[in-house]
């Protein structure tokens, strides 16, 4: 029950171990976070190289092993642990964050690293092998996704290792991979929720093309309203005579995408058509 309940999967492969921690290139000065040390396998490899280590394990009997391991060794004081939830806790300055964490918090994990401020340096993180595929994929592949677009908007992703079940104790269920995400420093001066909002409706069928999923149940009465919010704030009249769907499509027309398909769109091209709307002002959050 405990292992399902926090995902307790114990890396006891010290290969794999000490080629995570050699993926960050830490250096002597840097203060890392990682998140969910269990019995402090990386923890002990990151203490070796880097100034500080913060961090995060939510099961305290796992803390209390990890305080044992280290307990009067020099490395001791170079070691804060905060027993608790990364997604609710409180994070400290960090320049690297390291984690292999259960997989139920991959999303969480990926997007707060990515809205943290100051921006972390770089990230080495373990995840299932298919959320792994779908950080590092390039539009017109298969595993091209609004995960893809939404991790993608903000950061540079790799794959820089697979990591077979059989290093773990006791094995999960599903293969693994470890990505390096580097975000982009300074981000694009896009809101998160802007552009999230509109890959949640252009990948609602990624494979269809975007006209049709415009008219995908509640998008346009949802667009509208946002719209006409924005026209009242902005004291734009709006027109008699002209439907909300024709100013959609023609604002699709207008970009050249009209039957483009986000399964092939890249970043960029969704950027050019948020930036189309906001022209108009349609917002999408
Ligand atoms: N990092 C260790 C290793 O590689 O051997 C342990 C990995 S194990 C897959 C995941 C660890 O994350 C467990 O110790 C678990 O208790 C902890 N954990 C689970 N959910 C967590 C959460 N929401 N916040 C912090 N730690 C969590």
Redesign the pocket.
């Known amino acids: 029950f405990k292992t399902e309940r926090?995902?307790?999967?114990?890396?006891?492969n010290p290969l794999v171990?000490q080629g995570i921690v050699d993926k960050a290139n830490l250096k002597p000065t840097d203060n890392v976070l990682e998140?969910?040390?269990?019995?402090g396998?990386?923890t002990v490899r990151i203490l070796d190289k880097a100034k500080h280590v913060t961090a995060?394990?939510?099961?305290p009997r796992?803390a209390a092993e990890l305080t044992k391991r280290v307990q009067g060794k020099p490395e001791q004081r170079k070691l804060d642990i905060i027993i608790?939830?990364?997604?609710k806790a409180e994070l400290p300055y960090f320049d690297v964050c390291i984690?292999?964490?259960?997989y139920q918090?991959s999303s969480p994990l990926v997007f707060r690293l990515l809205s943290h401020r100051p921006l972390p340096r770089v990230c080495i993180l373990m995840f299932q092998r298919e959320f792994a595929l779908r950080l590092v994929a390039r539009p017109g592949t298969e595993f091209w996704s609004r995960l893809s677009a939404n991790v993608q908007l903000y950061a540079k992703v790799d794959h820089v290792m697979k990591v077979a079940k059989s290093c773990?104790r006791p094995p999960p269920m599903v293969e693994s991979s470890v990505v390096r995400i580097v975000p982009l420093d300074p981000p694009p001066p896009v809101r998160f929720e802007e552009f999230d909002g509109l890959t949640r409706i252009i990948f609602g069928r990624p494979n269809k093309v975007l006209h049709a999923n415009f008219q995908a149940r509640g998008v346009l009465e949802m667009l509208e309203a946002n719209w006409k919010t924005w026209c009242s704030q902005n004291d734009k009249i709006i027109e008699d005579g002209v439907s909300f769907k024709a100013k959609v499509d023609q604002i699709l027309r207008d970009t050249g995408m009209f039957d483009s398909r986000a399964a092939k769109m890249d970043k960029d091209d969704i950027l050019k058509l948020l930036a189309a709307f906001h022209d108009e002002g349609i917002h999408f959050a």
Request: net charge negative; hydrophobic share 45%; charged share 10%.
């Open positions: 926090f995902g307790q999967h114990i890396l006891n171990a998140v969910g040390p269990g019995t396998n990386l995060v394990e939510m099961d796992m608790g939830d990364f997604v984690s292999n964490t259960p918090i773990f």
